[in-house]
């Protein structure tokens, strides 16, 4: 079993930044791929952004450009980095991580955008 700890999340002014991480009970290593995904309040969850094992990055229309997804290896962590932030950006955003046994999300953090 694996468990992800998103954090990181809180309030923002449209415009401003944010970074989150989340933390894993194991290696990246063993992770074929990791990414971001998020849900705004009466809608389905949408993938955000992705990372493959190779280091290779997608992302979303809605945020290429403005959002960043990395690795360390070393504290075992993923992060995003959110930049000029929208208000259509407010949701919660999750983690998940995809390997040879399964996946694995964790429990999610709010990020809301508003003045």
């Known amino acids: 079993q694996v468990q992800l700890v998103e954090s990181g999340g809180g309030l923002v002014q449209p415009g401003g930044s944010l970074r989150l991480s989340c933390a894993a009970s194991?290696?990246?290593?063993?992770?074929?791929?990791m990414g971001w995904y998020r849900q705004a309040p009466g809608k389905e969850r949408e993938w955000v952004a992705s990372?493959?094992?190779?280091?290779?990055?997608n992302y979303a229309d809605s945020v290429k450009g403005r959002f960043t997804i990395s690795t360390d290896n070393a504290k075992r962590t993923l992060y995003l980095q959110m930049n000029s932030l929208k208000p259509e950006d407010t949701a919660v955003y999750y983690c998940?991580?995809?390997?040879?046994?399964?996946?694995?999300w964790g429990q999610g953090t709010q990020v809301t955008v508003s003045s």
């Open positions: 998940k991580a995809v390997g040879s046994y399964g996946g694995s």
């Open positions: 194991r290696s990246i290593f063993s992770f074929n791929v």
């Open positions: 990372i493959m094992s190779g280091g290779s990055t």
